[in-house]
């Protein structure tokens, strides 16, 4: 049966609205993947905020929302003088959950809303932000699939395979163990900066239209891209010569493919220790 879990229920959770004598907007729910003998899938998505994501020894997954304090005084004019605006209490935070998958989201749209989400270690994860946001993942080991338009993304002590976007933010992630997969990290405006195990096999595919790329392991570079012709002049059309910026390597003797690409920002690809 189809699962669905909203802080203002009381469905068998741990629900809290925390401190709110205080004024503190924050809520906390406790969900249980339905086998938890299984590594589960968390999908989150907010529309304002940061989403961090931590693994942890246990069996359930635990979410906390907290809403950001709104800086601005603005007022609605007349309408609202001789008035107290009366703060929200509530993040909107809602979970669902079935088949070992958990989407994890948050209704507010004027206010930021950040999640701080505690996984069993072996999850896979599937996040995304669109403003004023981070995305942090921390110690998991699994399938990560981040997209994150307005900040930057930080991943440490990740082990299986990443497929990462920042649009406008750098990134920095750190691979202890590799799954033989097709990994891709890509930015916009930013720095991408990624360090694997010093023992990965793969096939490197670069590019960076407005920075460099380094790396200290000792890359094979493949040949230079070959020039790509199109005429069609026969048909009244045009004659184009194109050569493509990417450039290719392998690592260890070649493996998977790991792609980087990114526009304005250098790329680091890095070996650990």
Same mark, same amino acid.
């Given at each position: ?12 959770l ?5 401190? &709110? ?20 899938? &968390? ?31 603005? $007022? ?10 009366l703060? &929200?209490?509530?993040t909107?935070?809602s ?12 209704? $507010? ?19 995304s $932000? ?9 110690q998991?080991?699994g399938?990560l ?13 990740i ?14 992630? $750190? ?5 033989p +997969?097709?990994m891709?990290?890509?930015?916009m ?55 493509? +910026? ?14 980087? +690409? ?12």
């Amino acid at each position: 049966m189809r699962g669905v879990y909203q802080v203002c229920c009381a469905i068998s959770l741990t629900v809290g609205a925390l401190a &709110l004598a205080q004024g503190a907007a924050e809520d906390r729910v406790s969900v249980a993947f339905s086998d938890p003998a299984r590594p589960g899938l &968390l999908k989150a998505h907010v529309m304002n905020g940061g989403i961090t994501v931590k693994g942890y020894q246990g069996r359930e997954v635990i979410i906390e929302a907290r809403l950001r304090d709104r800086e601005s005084t603005r $007022t609605e004019g007349p309408r609202s003088e001789g008035m107290k605006r009366l703060n &929200l209490t509530s993040t909107g935070l809602s979970v669902e959950e079935e088949n070992n998958v958990m989407s994890v989201g948050a209704s $507010t749209m004027a206010r930021a809303v950040d999640l701080n989400i505690q996984v069993p270690v072996r999850t896979s994860l599937k996040l995304s $932000t669109l403003n004023d946001g981070n995305v942090k993942v921390e110690q998991i080991s699994g399938e990560l699939e981040i997209n994150c338009l307005n900040g930057s993304v930080t991943l440490t002590n990740i082990s299986g395979s990443v497929v990462a976007h920042a649009l406008n933010g750098p990134m920095v992630a $750190t691979l202890n163990k590799v799954d033989p +997969k097709p990994m891709s990290f890509s930015s916009m405006n930013g720095n991408i900066d990624v360090t694997f195990p010093p023992d990965i096999r793969a096939n490197l595919k670069m590019r960076t239209d407005m920075g460099d790329i380094y790396s200290d392991f000792d890359v094979k570079m493949g040949d230079s891209p070959k020039a790509v012709t199109e005429d069609s002049r026969n048909k009244s059309g045009r004659y184009r010569v194109h050569i493509d +910026k990417t450039i290719y390597g392998t690592i260890n003797g070649g493996g998977p493919e790991i792609q980087f +690409k990114n526009f304005n920002g250098s790329i680091y690809v890095r070996k650990g220790k």
